[in-house]
C-alpha cells in the first residue's frame, strides 16, 4: 500500500468558498470547496491523496500549492495547524481548526490514542481525522499527530449532554474505557476569538466511578502552590501575580508584583475551595473575571448557566480549573464547563488627545487574582479552606515546538527503566507525564517545570520546603567552561547533563546566591534565589570536595575548605573529622602544603574534640547519628553509626599525615594513627555480617546488626576504595545485595529499614554515589554505574536543576533547587565510575568501568598535582592500555600506571581498550 500524502491548501476564514482542482500523479482530478485565502492565512485545509505527488489550482485566483508528506512535515505547517498560538491553557484545541467530535480513544502501544473529527477549511469544509498519542490523557504528542483522509466514518459512542452529570457549553461527549476504567470527555460549544476565529476545546477528561473524579494528570501541571485556612472576612482577595525575596534568613517574603519577568504568575490556576454558605446568603467568587454566584445549593454564572451543588451543613467544596479561554467547575461528581466570551473582558479607552478620530479601544490589562465575598454588604464569608495552584500550559512555545520538530529524531535509546526512558537526546517519563525532556542541538534542555514550588515552611519539625530558581521552560549553560574540566562525548544528553552540573557548581560558587561574607565560597544550594543563597555548610563543602570539588576547582575548594575549618554551619555529628578529612582530600589532589599550614591550628583544636569522642573500649567514636543524617536520632546504632565512624577513622588517620607534614610532635602524630589504625580493624570486625553480606549502619550488639539495617552513606563510605575497609570479594559481595534489594528505580534508598518518611527516609541523596561507583569501577561492573548514571541523569534533566531530595516512592524530585553536593555528586559517577579516578599519596590511578551504551569520550583540562591533562577513552571497556603524549605509559587497574602525585605539564592520556 502506498504512503499517504497530505495535501495542503491555505484557508482565511472569512473569505468565500471556492472550487479547488486536485490532480494526482495518476492525472484524475478531484474538485475540493475551501474558503481559500486571499489576503491572510488562518490555517490550512488538508487534502488526503495516495500517490508521489499532487497539485491544486482554483478557479478565482489561479494558484498552484505543493504537497507534503505527512511524515516530514515542515515544522511551521505542523505548527500552524497543530499549535494553539494564542490560547496556552490546559485543554485540547487547535489554533486553526474546530474539533467536530471524537471518533474514539484506545490504547497502542503503551500510550492512549484519540482520533478526533476535524475542521481545518471552515466550517463547511470537508472534515479530517486527526490521530494525535498521550499517556496520561493531559500532554498530547503533536509530534506522533497523524492526518486520515476523507470521508471519516461517524463517532462511535458520542452522545448528547446528559444533565446529571455534566452542565454548561458542551455540545457532544464522549464515553470510553481504558485498561477497564471508564472514561467521559466532552467537546465544548464553538465561540469567536478576538481575532474572529472559530474555535473551540476537549474538556478535561473525567473518570467513572458511579460519580466523575478527575483525572491524576492533573497533579503534573502543577507548578506552585498558595494555601489560605480559616478565614472569616467580610472581603477575601488575593492576586495571583507576586514575587518572592529573601527573608530574615532562612524564610522568604512575598511581595507585591512588579510586572518584571521575576513575577511568579501561572498560564492557568486550579482551585480547591472548601466555604461556609450561610442562610439565605449568596457568595459571590470573582476568579481571573470569572464571576460565579453560590446560592441555595445551586452555582450560577452571569450568562445564567447552571449547575447544582451539594452542601453538608452549608459546607461546599469546590475543585476549578481555568485558564485563558475555559473554566471547568467541578463538584460532587459534575462538571460545569464556561466558556469566557469577547464581552467578559474589560476595556480602556486609549489615544491620541489632540485627534478625535485617533482613539480606539484596548482590552485592560489585569493581574489574575481571586476575590469572593458576599452579595449582602458587610456580611463576613467564611473560608474554611482555600488552595490555589498555579498551573502550566500543555503546550511548549512556538520557538520550542519549533526547535524540537526541526532538530530531534527519536533517538537511540540509551536506558530502559520501568517508568522512564533515556534516549540520546530526550527523556520519556510516565511518573513526571509529558511532555518529554528534549536535549537541543545547542545543548539547552527544553523541559516544563515540573515540580510544586512552595512559599510557606511545611508543618513538619524540619522545615520542608520546594522552591524553584528556573521558572522557564529551557535551561541554557551560563558558565565559562574554562574554568572546569569539560566532558565530550557522542551522547547529548549526558554532555548536557555534565554542563548543567557545573552549571550549578558556578552559580553555588558566585556573588549572586552568596550570604554576607561568603563571597567565592561554595554555597550548599540555591535555596532562596537570586540575594540570599543557603550559606556554607561544613559536612557539605567537605562532602563536595571529596566528591570532585578539589579536582574541578582548586581555588573555590581552597577558599571554602579555609572557611569551613574555622566557621560554617556544623549540624552532624561527624562535624569535627570533616575538616581534616576535606583538607587532606585537597592536599592529595593538588600537591598543595599550604592550605594545611593556614589552618593547621584549627585542625588541632577539632582533633582534640575528636579524641576526647574516642571510645577506648570498642575502638569507635560516639557518633549518634550517621554522615547523612542531622534530623532524628538513631538508637538503632547503639551510638556509633557507620557512616560517621569511617570519617573519623579517616580523619584521624589525615591527622597523622599531615601533623608529619607540619612537624607535630612525633607521640601526636603517632597517636593519631593508631587511633585511625585501631578504628579500621574495628569497623571491619564489628560491622561487617556475613548473612546479609555488607556492613550495616550500626556495630555486633546494637540494633541495627541484629535486623540487618542497610543505610546508604555508611555503605558508600565502606565501599569506597579510598577508605580501604573491605577487600574485593566483600565489594562485590556488596555491590550485588545493593544492585538486588536496594536499588531503586529513583536510585538508592538512603534509609531503607526506618518506617517513617521524610526528606532522608525512603528517599535518594544523588550525592552518596561517588564511592559506590568508584567501587563498581574497580570490579568492572560497568552496568551498575550505568544504570546509576543514567538515574541521575533522568532527574536533573527532567527538572533542568539538581534538587536536594528524590522520593522513592513518587520517584520526583522535591524540596531545594541547585544542591552543590548533589551536582557534584553526579560528576563524580562520571570521574570515579565511567573514568575510574583514584589518587593518594603515590598519585593518580585508573579502573575505567565504561559501558558500551557510553562508548568512546573524553574529558579535558583536568588538573591534579601540578599538572593538567585530557583524558581520551577511545571505546567502551574495563581494562585499557594507557599511552602519555603518544608513548606508552602502561595500563589501567590498581597496580597500573599512576601519575606521580609530583608531575607536572600538560599531557594527553590515550585509554585503548585491551
Not at 86 to 110: C, P, Q, S
Not at 416 to 438: E, M, R, S, V, W
Not at 503 to 513: F, Q, R
Not at 568 to 576: M, R, S, V, Y
Amino acid at each position: 500500500m502506498k504512503e499517504k500524502n497530505i495535501l495542503l491548501i491555505p484557508v482565511e476564514e472569512n473569505a468565500d468558498l471556492q472550487k479547488v482542482h486536485v490532480r494526482n500523479d495518476r492525472g484524475r482530478w478531484t474538485d475540493y470547496e475551501v474558503r481559500l485565502a486571499l489576503d491572510k492565512i488562518d490555517g490550512w485545509a488538508t487534502y488526503p491523496y495516495q500517490g508521489n505527488m499532487a497539485a491544486a489550482v482554483s478557479d478565482k485566483p489561479s494558484m498552484f500549492l505543493h504537497a507534503v508528506n505527512t511524515r516530514r512535515l515542515i515544522p511551521e505547517y505542523l505548527l500552524k495547524l497543530f499549535r494553539p498560538d494564542l490560547y496556552r491553557g490546559i485543554h485540547l484545541t487547535f489554533d486553526h481548526g474546530l474539533i467536530e467530535g471524537v471518533i474514539r480513544v484506545g490504547a497502542k502501544n503503551g500510550e492512549i490514542e484519540l482520533k478526533l473529527r476535524c475542521l481545518f477549511g471552515g466550517l463547511d469544509s470537508s472534515p479530517i481525522a486527526i490521530r494525535i498519542n498521550s499517556r496520561d490523557l493531559i500532554h498530547w504528542n503533536m509530534m506522533k499527530t497523524q492526518i486520515e483522509e476523507v470521508p471519516i466514518e461517524k463517532t462511535e459512542s458520542g452522545y448528547l449532554l446528559e444533565p446529571e452529570s455534566w452542565y454548561g457549553n458542551i455540545s457532544s461527549l464522549h464515553s470510553f474505557v481504558i485498561d477497564g476504567a471508564q472514561y467521559e470527555i466532552g467537546v465544548s460549544s464553538q465561540y469567536k476569538t478576538k481575532e474572529g476565529r472559530t474555535v473551540n476545546q476537549l474538556t478535561l477528561p473525567y473518570r467513572k466511578e458511579g460519580k466523575l473524579v478527575p483525572v491524576d494528570g492533573t497533579d503534573s501541571l502543577r507548578i506552585w502552590k498558595r494555601t489560605f485556612n480559616q478565614l472569616e472576612e467580610a472581603s477575601f482577595h488575593q492576586k495571583l501575580r507576586f514575587r518572592v525575596a529573601p527573608g530574615v534568613w532562612p524564610d522568604i517574603r512575598i511581595l507585591e508584583p512588579d510586572c518584571t519577568a521575576d513575577d511568579i504568575t501561572a498560564e492557568a490556576y486550579e482551585f480547591q475551595l472548601c466555604i461556609q454558605l450561610k442562610h439565605e446568603d449568596e457568595i459571590i467568587l470573582d476568579i481571573n473575571g470569572w464571576v460565579l454566584y453560590l446560592k441555595d445549593q445551586s452555582i450560577r454564572d452571569k450568562n445564567g448557566v447552571w449547575m447544582p451543588v451539594g452542601t453538608d451543613n452549608g459546607r461546599i467544596e469546590l475543585k476549578i480549573f481555568t485558564d485563558q479561554n475555559c473554566m471547568e467547575i467541578y463538584c460532587g461528581g459534575k462538571v460545569t464547563f464556561l466558556i469566557k466570551t469577547e464581552e467578559d473582558a474589560s476595556k480602556v479607552i486609549v489615544g491620541n488627545p489632540f485627534s478625535d478620530e485617533a482613539y480606539f479601544h484596548l482590552e485592560e490589562m489585569q493581574f489574575p487574582c481571586i476575590h469572593i465575598y458576599s452579595a449582602i454588604k458587610g456580611r463576613k464569608i467564611t473560608i474554611n479552606h482555600l488552595t490555589v495552584y498555579g498551573l502550566r500550559s500543555i503546550w511548549l512555545k512556538e520557538e520550542e515546538y519549533r526547535t524540537i520538530y526541526s532538530e530531534n529524531e527519536s533517538g537511540q535509546i540509551l536506558y530502559q527503566g520501568k517508568h522512564f526512558t533515556i534516549y540520546n537526546n530526550h527523556i520519556k517519563d510516565l511518573k513526571y507525564g509529558g511532555p518529554d525532556a528534549f536535549i537541543t542541538k545547542a545543548g539547552d534542555i527544553i523541559s516544563p517545570v515540573r515540580i510544586v514550588e512552595e512559599f510557606e515552611w511545611r508543618n513538619t519539625k524540619w522545615g520542608d520546603m520546594s522552591r524553584h530558581v528556573n521558572r522557564t521552560n529551557v535551561w541554557r549553560a551560563s558558565y565559562d567552561t574554562s574554568k572546569y574540566p569539560v566532558l565530550y562525548t557522542s551522547l547529548p544528553i549526558l554532555d548536557c547533563a555534565a554542563r548543567l552540573a557545573l552549571d550549578v557548581i558556578y552559580a553555588c560558587s558566585g556573588d549572586l546566591y552568596a550570604l554576607p561574607s561568603q563571597t567565592g565560597l561554595w554555597s550548599a544550594g540555591l535555596f532562596q534565589g537570586k540575594g540570599e543563597g543557603f550559606g556554607v555548610w561544613l559536612r557539605d563543602s567537605t562532602q563536595t570536595a571529596l566528591r570532585c570539588g578539589n579536582l574541578l576547582d582548586r581555588s573555590t575548594a581552597r577558599r571554602t575548605l579555609t572557611y569551613t575549618s574555622k566557621q560554617g554551619f556544623n549540624n552532624g555529628t561527624d562535624g569535627p573529622a570533616m575538616a581534616a578529612v576535606g583538607i587532606w582530600d585537597y592536599y592529595l589532589c593538588t600537591n598543595d602544603r599550604s592550605l594545611i599550614y593556614e589552618t593547621w591550628h584549627y585542625l588541632r583544636i577539632h582533633a582534640n574534640e575528636m579524641l576526647d569522642r574516642y571510645d577506648a573500649s570498642l575502638d569507635l567514636v560516639h557518633a549518634a547519628q550517621s554522615t547523612s543524617n542531622d534530623s532524628f536520632a538513631e538508637p538503632e546504632n547503639g551510638g556509633y553509626a557507620l557512616s560517621t565512624e569511617i570519617y573519623y577513622m579517616n580523619a584521624f588517620e589525615a591527622m597523622a599525615g599531615m601533623g608529619a607534614i607540619c612537624g607535630e610532635v612525633p607521640s601526636m602524630v603517632s597517636a593519631w594513627r593508631q587511633a585511625g589504625q585501631r578504628m579500621r580493624e574495628s569497623i571491619r570486625s564489628r560491622y561487617w555480617k556475613k548473612t546479609v553480606g555488607y556492613f550495616t549502619s550500626g556495630p555486633f550488639g546494637s540494633e541495627a546488626y541484629i535486623k540487618g539495617y542497610w543505610e546508604t552513606s555508611g555503605t558508600e563510605a565502606v565501599l569506597w576504595p579510598r577508605f580501604g575497609l573491605c577487600q574485593k570479594a566483600k565489594r562485590i559481595s556488596i555491590l550485588r545485595v545493593l544492585d538486588e534489594k536496594y536499588l531503586k528505580e529513583a536510585g538508592i534508598d538512603l534509609f531503607p529499614y526506618r518506617p517513617e518518611t521524610n526528606h532522608f527516609v525512603h528517599s535518594v541523596w544523588g550525592v552518596y554515589n561517588a564511592g559506590i561507583c568508584s567501587a563498581a569501577a574497580e570490579c568492572g561492573k560497568a552496568e551498575l554505574i550505568l544504570k546509576i548514571l543514567m538515574q541521575q541523569i533522568r532527574q536533573c534533566i527532567m527538572n533542568k536543576s539538581f534538587y536536594e531530595v528524590i522520593d522513592c516512592q513518587s520517584e520526583k524530585a522535591w524540596r531545594w533547587p541547585g544542591q552543590l553536593w548533589h551536582a557534584a555528586g553526579f560528576l563524580s559517577i562520571i570521574y570515579y565510575g565511567l573514568c575510574g579516578i583514584h589518587y593518594d599519596t603515590e598519585g593518580m590511578y585508573f579502573t575505567p568501568a565504561i559501558h558500551k551504551e557510553i562508548g568512546a569520550f573524553s574529558v579535558k583540562n583536568l588538573e591534579f598535582g601540578e599538572g593538567i591533562y585530557d583524558l581520551i577513552f577511545q571505546a567502551s571497556g574495563t581494562r585499557f592500555l594507557i599511552y602519555m603524549d603518544g608513548e606508552y605509559a602502561g595500563i589501567t587497574g590498581t597496580d597500573g600506571y599512576r601519575i606521580k602525585a609530583g608531575s607536572g605539564g600538560n599531557h594527553e592520556l590515550s585509554f585503548i581498550p585491551v
